[in-house]
């Protein structure tokens, strides 16, 4: 008989919807069960997904047996329990980002997956975004030269889903790792871990008592002599962006999240060395513009690439040290800007 995954969503929130989404597409996969804590949204997005089997614990989700794989879509601070419980119940777990808020936490599920032959996927969803996606091909085949600088942002205005008492109102949670993650993952993914980082953050904007900065700069030394930079913001004032540029020797992209094309400029065409943009003219400042589809939470996308993980026993590719290592750069980010030195990133999970 052909495999189908089960699969169970615990949360029923807009994000975990978008998940929901990625499976119900899915030829090969379908949503069997949903949790919340919130029993009108479970009830509500039950109906909107036709999903009979509504659970109010987690533990009652993934006690199922017939249930192949879990996506976490909880506040941060649930994802480690959940996590463990459902690699202990035997079930594939997708966790979304940030993988953790400590250190500990990381290692803890780090060691979970190790005892277990289950895959484990955490949703660093940026590497699926089409422009993020395109841009790394561009520079992996080497059609801008060698990279030598690297440069992204995480600008989301926080104003209306901030407030006191809410998860995000967390000092461990703190933007860089929260909603930064994306930005740096996004660097780490193309340009390597990050060896050594300088942040400064101030707060201008938010309510003063936010238990954390709202705005935070980090420059970064990267493997093979690239330099970098990194901005977050959880309270500027715009539409979000995650803005990136990387200057390669032989040209450059500029990209985001949102725009429905992005630019590349560069002295040659698949590695044929003859100039097609003449300096004298000063044509190299005529970019390429390369139309992208706008997919800045391509759940979709990641989902199938989870299952083909699980379909065709393949290795993980985001697998749980990169989500450690990704906010293990985010806390040296934190800890550079509270304390004023440079922090080299501890990526020993
Ligand atoms: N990849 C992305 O771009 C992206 C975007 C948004 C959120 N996220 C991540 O997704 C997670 C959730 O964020 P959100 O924006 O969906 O949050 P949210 O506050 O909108 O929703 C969280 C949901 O989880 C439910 N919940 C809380 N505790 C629970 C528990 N113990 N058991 C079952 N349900 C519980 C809440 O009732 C709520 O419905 C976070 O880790 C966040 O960082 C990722």
């Not at 860089?176 to 993914?189: K, N, Q």
Request: proline residues 5%; contains cysteine.
């Amino acid at each position: 008989m052909e495999k189908i995954i089960n699969v169970g969503v615990i949360s029923c929130s807009n994000m975990a919807r978008g998940h929901m989404r990625g499976v119900v597409r899915h030829p090969k996969a379908e949503l069997v069960a949903i949790c919340d804590i919130d029993v009108e949204k479970l009830n509500k997005v039950g109906e909107e997904f036709n999903v009979a089997r509504r659970y109010t614990d987690y533990k009652e989700l993934i006690a199922q047996p017939d249930i192949d794989a879990v996506i976490i879509v909880t506040p941060d601070r649930e994802h480690k329990d959940m996590a463990i419980a459902a690699l202990e119940a035997g079930k594939h777990v997708l966790c979304e980002k940030p993988l953790a808020l400590t250190r500990e936490e990381c290692v803890e599920i780090a060691e979970a997956v190790k005892k277990t032959d289950k895959k484990f996927m955490v949703g660093q969803i940026c590497r699926y975004t089409p422009a993020f996606k395109a841009a790394k091909e561009i520079i992996d085949r080497g059609d801008i030269g060698e990279l030598m600088f690297v440069e992204s942002e995480y600008a989301h205005d926080y104003e209306s889903i901030l407030k006191p008492g809410n998860w995000r109102w967390d000092p461990l949670r703190n933007g860089v790792v929260g909603g930064g993650c994306h930005a740096v993952d996004l660097l780490r993914w193309i340009a390597g871990d990050p060896e050594e980082v300088q942040a400064y953050s101030n707060h201008k904007i938010f309510d003063p008592e936010l238990p954390y900065d709202d705005s935070t700069i980090a420059i970064m030394k990267f493997p093979n002599n690239v330099i970098g930079k990194v901005f977050v913001s959880v309270a500027c004032k715009r539409n979000y962006t995650m803005r990136s540029l990387f200057y390669g020797t032989k040209g450059t992209i500029i990209c985001d999240n949102r725009s429905e094309k992005f630019q590349l400029y560069r002295t040659s065409i698949n590695g044929v060395t003859e100039p097609i943009l003449n300096p004298s003219k000063m044509n190299s400042e005529i970019p390429v513009d390369i139309p992208v589809a706008i997919n800045n939470h391509n759940a979709t996308a990641e989902f199938e690439d989870f299952a083909s993980i699980i379909l065709n026993d393949k290795e993980v590719t985001t697998t749980v040290y990169e989500g450690a290592k990704t906010v293990a750069a985010c806390f040296a980010i934190v800890e550079s800007a509270q304390t004023g030195k440079v922090v080299k990133p501890d990526y020993n999970f």
